[in-house]
C-alpha cells in the first residue's frame, strides 16, 4: 500500500515497526493519521458486538418445585381458553425448571367451590385457596386478558397485541406472591420466537407467546444479550483473536474460546485475548473463571471496557444463583450488591437498579485488584 506521495505505509505491525527503525516512515499527514491511528487500536483497541445467551430468574417469583393451582381466566373467552389450555399443557418439566400446575377443576371439592362465588361461574378464590392448601398447593394463579384491536380492512377489529394481568397468591408462609402484567403484539412474538411466523392464526400467535412470557414469570429463563468484545490490531495473535471473534459473532462460543486460549498460552499479557476469554467463560456458566480473568485485564489496562464487564459478568452470576436457587459462589462477590430477583424490572438487558449502579460499581471494579 502507497500513500497519496507514493511512499509505502506499513500496514502490519511488524512491517510497521522496521519502517521505524529504518527511518523509512513516510512525514505526509495521510501517513501521519494512519501511524496515529494505528497507536489508538493498539492502546484502546475497538469492539463489536456479539450475541450470549443467559438464564435470567423469575421476574414475579420462583415456582421451580412448587404446586401451582390454576385458577379461572377472565376475558374473552376465544382467548382465555386457549390460554388456560396452552398454561396447562407448556408446564415445564426440564430438571432446573419443572413446576406442577393443576387446573382448579380437579380439585376434590371443585364443585363447592362456586356456592359462594361472586359472580355467575367464577370460583370463590377464598375457598378456592382453602381447597387448594388442603391438596398441598403452593400457589394460586389467576389472571385476566384485556385484548388490543386496532382497525382491519372494512374497518373489521384485527388482534394487534394482547395484555395479560397476573395475580399470584401464595398459600404458605415462605413463599411471596404477587402481580405482574405481560403484554405481547405480532411483531414481537415473532421475533422472539420465530417458530410462530408458521402460525397463520393471529390469535394463536399471540395466545401461544403471552404464555410463553408468562412463564418466564414463574421460571428461569433465557435470554438473549449483545455483549461487546474486542477486537485488537497490530498485537501478535490479533488475526487469530479476531477469528474466534468471528465464531462467537456465530455463536460458537466453544470454538471461540479454544481460540482465544492458544493465544494467551502462546502470549500471556494479550488484554483482548484475556477480556474476549473471561466473556466466554460467562457463556459457559463459569462465572468463578470469569470473574479472575476480567480482574486480569483490568490489572493489565484498567480500562472502562473491562471495568463494566467485571460488573457486567457478577450482575450476570447473580442473575444465575437467583434463578436456581444456589449459594453465593466460593470467592463471594467483588463489586455488586444483591439485588432482590422478585424485584428485577429489565431494561434493555439490565434491571434498572443494576443500571443506576453501574457507574460506580465500574468504578470499584477498577480499585480491585
Known amino acids: 500500500m502507497v500513500c497519496p506521495r507514493g511512499n509505502p505505509l506499513a500496514v502490519s505491525s511488524t512491517a510497521w515497526l522496521r519502517a521505524v527503525s529504518l527511518g523509512e516512515v513516510c512525514p505526509c499527514a495521510v501517513c501521519m493519521c494512519a501511524v496515529c491511528l494505528c497507536a489508538v487500536c493498539l492502546c484502546v483497541g475497538c469492539r463489536m458486538s456479539v450475541p450470549m445467551h443467559l438464564w435470567e430468574p423469575p421476574r414475579l417469583q420462583s415456582t421451580v418445585g412448587k404446586r401451582v393451582v390454576v385458577s379461572t381466566v377472565a376475558g374473552p373467552e376465544r382467548l382465555t381458553g386457549p390460554i388456560r389450555e396452552k398454561l396447562l399443557a407448556m408446564a415445564p418439566r426440564d430438571s432446573g ?3 406442577e400446575l393443576l387446573d382448579f377443576r380437579t380439585l376434590p371439592d371443585h364443585s363447592s367451590i362456586r356456592l359462594v362465588s361472586a359472580a ?10 382453602s381447597v387448594a392448601s388442603r391438596e398441598g398447593a403452593d400457589f394460586l394463579l389467576r389472571g385476566e386478558v384485556m385484548e388490543n384491536q386496532r382497525a382491519g380492512d372494512g374497518n373489521k377489529p384485527v388482534d394487534d397485541s394482547l395484555t395479560i394481568s397476573w395475580r399470584l397468591t401464595s398459600l404458605t408462609d415462605d413463599c411471596r406472591g404477587g402481580g405482574f402484567p405481560i403484554t405481547v403484539d405480532i411483531e414481537t412474538a415473532i421475533a422472539r420466537y420465530p417458530d410462530l411466523a408458521l402460525s397463520t392464526s393471529r390469535e394463536e400467535v399471540l395466545t401461544t407467546a403471552a404464555v410463553r412470557e408468562s412463564y418466564r414469570l414463574l421460571t428461569p429463563s433465557v435470554r438473549r444479550d449483545q455483549i461487546p468484545i474486542e477486537i485488537p490490531y497490530l498485537l501478535p495473535g490479533s488475526r487469530q483473536v479476531r477469528r474466534g471473534n468471528a465464531a462467537a459473532r456465530d455463536g460458537r462460543w466453544g470454538e471461540a474460546e479454544s481460540i482465544w486460549s492458544q493465544v494467551l498460552r502462546r502470549y500471556p499479557a494479550h488484554v483482548p485475548a484475556i477480556h474476549n476469554l473471561a466473556l466466554a467463560s ?11 480473568l476480567a480482574r486480569r485485564a483490568i490489572r493489565l489496562h484498567p480500562s472502562r471496557l473491562h471495568q463494566e464487564t467485571l460488573v457486567w459478568i457478577e450482575s450476570r452470576q447473580r442473575d ?8 453465593d459462589p466460593p470467592e463471594g462477590w467483588f463489586v455488586t450488591s444483591d439485588v432482590p ?3 428485577n424490572r429489565r431494561v434493555n438487558g ?3 437498579q443494576t443500571q443506576t449502579k453501574r457507574g460506580r460499581d465500574a468504578k470499584k471494579a477498577g480499585l480491585t485488584r
Do not use: I, W
Request: net charge negative; no cysteine.
Open 97 to 99: 425448571r419443572q413446576t
Open 120 to 129: 355467575d361461574g367464577e370460583p370463590n378464590d377464598l375457598v378456592l385457596a
Open 282 to 292: 460467562a457463556a459457559g456458566q463459569d462465572f468463578s473463571r470469569a470473574k479472575k
Open 320 to 327: 444465575y444463583h437467583h434463578a436456581f436457587g444456589l449459594p
Open 341 to 343: 430477583a422478585a424485584t
Open 350 to 352: 439490565d434491571d434498572q
